[in-house]
């Protein structure tokens, strides 16, 4: 999978996705994560990619030449499957979206910043608009960032067997019940015998009945 992130702060970018998992699926050919600067696409040698709103009002908003001349860049290259703007006023992701993009080829990923990007961009050539919570960031790359995690862990072959994305909280509509590791007693607290038990039929009971007490009393909106 190919994913393309235009933005106008790749620094940003730089850290969370050269690391951990999402750097071990780009090691390991599975996923090509690819930033693309704005600036090198500004209207004039002054760097602009942004300019007043018409109408007045605060903040400034990123202009439809240079996101235009970065999108029609890269559908030259390839045919994408989807160009998804980051906006607190779009759907919010979930678990079940991350699954749908994880299977796709080619997708870009147009980051928001300032007031948002001039309407003309979001009706000629955005296919999804997405917000990760109502909370209002300063832009759109940390949202792309936490997106691109949660797509590029799902795609087949980056997550070891052990590390499986099936038991993740979300995956069954539930979330996940508690684990324990060594040692078996901690300041008085001991693991639930049944873990240690060795008995696999027992074991995945207990799994479950936890992940439904869990999901009934924290997040009863997910058994709707
Ligand atoms: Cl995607 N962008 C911004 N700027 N703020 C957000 C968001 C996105 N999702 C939640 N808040």
Same mark, same amino acid.
């Given at each position: 999978?190919?994913?393309?992130?235009?933005?106008?702060?790749?620094?940003?970018?730089?850290?969370?996705?050269?690391?951990?998992?999402?750097?071990?699926?780009?090691?390991?050919?599975?996923?090509?994560?690819?930033?693309?600067?704005?600036?090198?696409?500004?209207?004039?040698?002054?760097?602009?990619?942004?300019?007043?709103?018409?109408?007045?009002?605060?903040?400034?908003?990123?202009?439809?030449?240079?996101?235009?001349?970065?999108?029609?860049?890269?559908?030259?290259?390839?045919?994408?499957?989807?160009?998804?703007?980051?906006?607190?006023?779009?759907?919010?992701?979930?678990?079940?979206?991350?699954?749908?993009?994880? #299977? @796709?080829?080619?997708?870009?990923? /147009?980051? %928001?910043?300032? *007031?948002? +990007?001039? $309407?003309?961009?979001?009706?000629?050539?955005?296919?999804?608009?997405?917000?990760?919570?109502?909370?209002?960031?300063?832009?759109?790359?940390?949202?792309?960032?936490?997106?691109?995690?949660?797509?590029?862990?799902?795609?087949?072959?980056?997550?070891?067997?052990?590390?499986?994305?099936?038991?993740?909280?979300?995956?069954?509509?539930?979330?996940?019940?508690?684990?324990?590791?060594?040692?078996?007693?901690?300041?008085? #607290? @001991?693991?639930?015998?049944?873990? /240690?038990? %060795?008995?696999? *039929?027992? +074991?995945? $009971?207990?799994?479950?009945?936890?992940?439904?007490?869990?999901?009934?009393?924290?997040?009863?909106?997910?058994?709707?």
């Amino acid at each position: 999978m190919r994913i393309d992130i235009i933005t106008v702060q790749p620094a940003l970018l730089d850290g969370p996705l050269n690391h951990s998992m999402v750097k071990r699926a780009q090691d390991k050919g599975m996923a090509e994560i690819n930033l693309i600067n704005l600036r090198d696409y500004a209207l004039n040698r002054y760097g602009q990619v942004d300019d007043y709103p018409f109408g007045g009002g605060a903040g400034m908003v990123l202009m439809c030449e240079p996101l235009a001349n970065a999108i029609e860049d890269l559908k030259a290259q390839r045919q994408y499957d989807d160009i998804i703007y980051t906006t607190p006023d779009g759907h919010t992701w979930n678990q079940q979206m991350a699954n749908a993009m994880s #299977l @796709k080829q080619n997708i870009i990923i /147009l980051c %928001g910043h300032y *007031k948002g +990007i001039d $309407e003309r961009i979001r009706t000629l050539y955005v296919t999804q608009e997405i917000s990760i919570g109502d909370y209002v960031l300063t832009g759109g790359e940390l949202a792309a960032a936490i997106m691109t995690d949660s797509i590029v862990r799902l795609i087949p072959g980056v997550l070891g067997n052990e590390e499986s994305a099936l038991s993740d909280s979300f995956q069954d509509g539930l979330l996940a019940p508690p684990v324990y590791t060594r040692p078996s007693e901690f300041k008085g #607290l @001991k693991v639930p015998d049944v873990l /240690l038990s %060795g008995n696999f *039929k027992l +074991i995945e $009971e207990w799994k479950l009945n936890e992940a439904e007490n869990r999901t009934k009393i924290r997040r009863p909106d997910l058994l709707k």
